[in-house]
């Protein structure tokens, strides 16, 4: 049974920054591609960065390039997404997700466990 708790949203102002968290149970981990994907209201899901499961490569969306950074420490079975320079339209639900697979995907519905999310709100 995989678990994924996530934790660090909250409300920031534009230009600030917040580190979201995410405890990983289950399934060895540290074996696997590791996502956050955020949802904001009207949009579809949109995969903000992967990391595969060694967290060698790192993919993210054109939007956040440069401003965003994943990382995960597998010894503590957690995944990581500072975020920088935060502007109102980064306001969605964050989704913590892992793949069935070491190699990361740009695609949501590649992400078979999903956390319950947490809010991160900018406002301007």
């Known amino acids: 049974q995989v678990q994924l708790v996530e934790s660090g949203g909250g409300l920031m102002q534009t230009g600030g920054s917040l580190r979201l968290s995410c405890a990983a149970s289950?399934?060895?981990?540290?074996?696997?591609?590791m996502g956050w994907i955020r949802q904001a209201p009207g949009k579809e899901r949109e995969l903000v960065a992967g990391i595969n499961y060694n967290g060698l490569m790192t993919i993210y969306a054109d939007s956040v390039q440069g401003r965003f950074t994943i990382s995960r420490d597998n010894a503590k079975n957690t995944v990581y997404l500072q975020m920088s320079s935060l502007k109102p339209e980064n306001t969605a639900v964050y989704y913590c997700?892992?793949?069935?697979?070491?190699?990361?995907?740009?695609?949501?519905?590649?992400?078979?466990?999903w956390g319950q999310g947490t809010q991160v709100t900018v406002s301007s």
């Open positions: 997700a892992q793949r069935k697979y070491s190699y990361t995907s740009p695609e949501p519905n590649g992400y078979s466990y």
């Open positions: 289950g399934l060895a981990v540290r074996n696997y591609a």
